[in-house]
């Protein structure tokens, strides 16, 4: 693919709803990574894939949190019962392979909670 | 956790002018990565050096790592007005995944 991809760009939604972003790593990328940046601050890690399995889930701030890859496609990062606090950038990365240093990162999806 | 600090926050400089970042951390890492990320998006990998490498350059770039110091910088000469954004330093510790990145310093280049 062109680059990574993530839907939607941007996301209004009131506090207790639940939210799916999506990302499309570039084809043949076998790491994908989200991360959550909020207003001014810099990216915090959530959650990497290898495949479809999620070895690394430290970074994942509560249980209201949770992600799931297909294969080595694509992935949806999942946000139960919304809080004003989860308002922020999520910005997905994908990678060649486990441990390959550069990271190409989608445009991110915009999340307002309300 | 491992994290870089960025210095300065915020800069500004005119046209022309080189711009110099710096990035501090704490603990050893295998390799130190800048991006560079505009309106608040995606990142854009800028360059990447490893643990035993001094300096690197691409393009208007230079990049030096001093670990002894557990300090990095970036140079970009000539800057332009598309080099307005912000610039974060990312590093990758032993046995982690994902990256850990600072809060970045904003540049703003004035034609």
């Known amino acids: 693919g062109a680059g990574v991809s993530q839907s939607p760009s941007n996301k209004v939604t009131e506090k207790g709803k639940d939210v799916e972003l999506r990302c499309d790593p570039i084809?043949?990328?076998?790491?994908l990574y989200w991360y959550r940046q909020r207003l001014g601050q810099g990216l915090e890690f959530l959650i990497y894939?290898?495949?479809?399995?999620?070895?690394?889930k430290s970074g994942l701030p509560s249980d209201r949190f949770s992600a799931e890859r297909t294969g080595e496609s694509v992935s949806t990062l999942t946000i139960q019962r919304t809080q004003q606090e989860d308002s922020a950038v999520y910005l997905c990365a994908s990678s060649r392979q486990r441990g390959q240093e550069t990271q190409y990162f989608g445009p991110g999806t915009r999340l307002l909670v309300l | 956790s491992q994290q870089g600090e960025e210095d300065p926050q915020a800069l500004s400089i005119q046209e022309g002018e080189n711009a110099t970042m710096n990035c501090s951390y704490k603990?050893?890492?295998?390799?130190l990565q800048w991006y560079r990320q505009n309106s608040g998006r995606g990142l854009v990998h800028l360059i990447l050096?490893?643990?035993?490498?001094r300096e690197k350059h691409s393009g208007r770039l230079r990049v030096t790592l001093d670990t002894s110091k557990k300090s990095s910088s970036l140079l970009i000469t000539a800057s332009r007005a598309a080099d307005t954004a912000s610039y974060f330093c990312a590093l990758r510790g032993g046995g982690a995944d994902g990256l850990t990145f600072g809060k970045g310093t904003h540049l703003i280049i004035q034609p």
């Open positions: 050096i490893r643990s035993n490498e």
């Open positions: 084809s043949g990328h076998t790491a």
């Open positions: 894939f290898q495949g479809n399995s999620a070895p690394d």
């Open positions: 603990t050893s890492i295998n390799n």
